[in-house]
């Protein structure tokens, strides 16, 4: 089944204390992208990779980190979490073949919160 | 850049109430559109999707109809559902371009028995 893989789905911790949250697909996509979601501000961007070892910030990218090692896989790293970024975190993938005109494919989400 | 703006929400209905919630965008280039659905407690699903001018996208029910002249791209229901309640967000993305999709701020739909 093609799917999104994210975990943890539910995590409580402290300000300061490094987590990542971990990003797999099974689709063979380029693309891979990280969104957190917040109540009135939709879906905002924090980073995304177009292929293996290239990522670019999106809108929100302070206090976040990524990196794209294998092509299956993107983690989001908050090496010193602060509650400001507690919020729901998608992430996503999908193809680059602009023939096909490929729609994003979304985690169940992470929900994250920063004490 | 590129924009997508949304009705805001929350929408309202009673069961088997006509929906539309309307979408609009600003993009360069030619983009592809897209709506996609969020249940309670789930990420983002393509509901639907068009891509070139005049293109009608459908699916469960609901349509959508990509208007180039009016920069337009609202999703409409003829006969909602319970099961319909969630939240729907428009999007596009410029295949060739950045690629980089944008979304609209999403709006909540409410549907009662």
């Known amino acids: 089944e093609a799917q999104v893989t994210q975990n943890p789905r539910y995590l409580i911790t402290v300000t300061g204390k490094k987590l990542t949250v971990t990003c797999s697909q099974n689709?063979?996509?380029?693309?891979m992208s990280w969104y957190r979601q917040d109540p009135g501000l939709g879906l905002r961007q924090i980073y995304y990779?177009?292929?293996?070892?290239?990522?670019d910030k999106g809108d929100v990218p302070e206090g976040y980190k990524v990196s794209r090692k294998e092509k299956r896989n993107f983690p989001l790293i908050l090496e010193s979490p602060s509650p400001n970024q507690t919020s729901l975190y998608f992430c996503?993938?999908?193809?680059?073949?602009?023939?096909?005109?490929?729609?994003?494919?979304f985690g169940d989400g992470t929900r994250l919160s920063i004490l | 850049g590129n924009s997508v703006t949304q009705m805001e929400g929350p929408v309202t209905l009673s069961e088997e109430a006509f929906l539309t919630i309307n979408c609009t965008y600003t993009?360069?280039?030619?983009?592809?559109l897209f709506w996609y659905v969020q249940y309670p407690g789930e990420g983002l699903q393509l509901l639907l999707k068009?891509?070139?001018?005049?293109d009608k996208g459908s699916n469960k029910g609901f349509e959508a109809t990509y208007r180039k002249e009016t920069t337009s791209f609202h999703l409409e229901k003829g006969s909602v559902q319970v099961s319909d309640s969630a939240v729907y967000f428009c999007?596009?993305?410029?295949?060739?371009?950045?690629?980089?999709?944008?979304f609209g701020r999403g709006t909540s739909l409410i549907v009662h028995p």
């Open positions: 068009a891509t070139k001018a005049d």
């Open positions: 689709m063979n996509h380029e693309y």
């Open positions: 990779s177009m292929n293996v070892e290239v990522t």
């Open positions: 993009a360069t280039g030619y983009p592809s």
């Open positions: 996503a993938s999908s193809s680059l073949r602009t023939e096909s005109n490929q729609p994003q494919h």
């Open positions: 999007a596009l993305s410029v295949p060739g371009g950045s690629y980089i999709p944008t």
